[in-house]
């Protein structure tokens, strides 16, 4: 896995429990220690949009029109699969692979 999928899966992760947006996933990852700037955080979004694993749509949210991304179903196929190949690597990692 390449840094970049480690990211689409945190995306995913959270695009599966709630709509999401460039903003809070850029806070998000931040507090994980990923310093990504809105020119890394908005070009993943639109190219794993592009790809059907998001769809999005605009919000008003305080006066600002704000674009809010949600999982797709492909979105969530990627992410279960996502999760196997993490776990099986995380066992391997910490010595707990039988």
Known sequence: MKYRDFLILH???H????GITG???????ERHGYKVSPGTIYPIL???E????????????EGKRIRVYEITEEG???LEEGRKRVRELCK????EYE
Request: zero cysteines.
């Open 11 to 13: 995306i995913l992760h």
């Open 15 to 18: 695009a599966e429990k709630e």
């Open 23 to 29: 903003v809070f996933m850029m806070k998000e990852l």
């Open 46 to 48: 639109h190219s794993m």
């Open 50 to 61: 592009k790809e059907g694993l998001l769809k999005s749509r605009w919000e008003v949210r």
């Open 76 to 78: 969530t196929k990627v």
């Open 92 to 95: 391997e990692l910490l010595g």
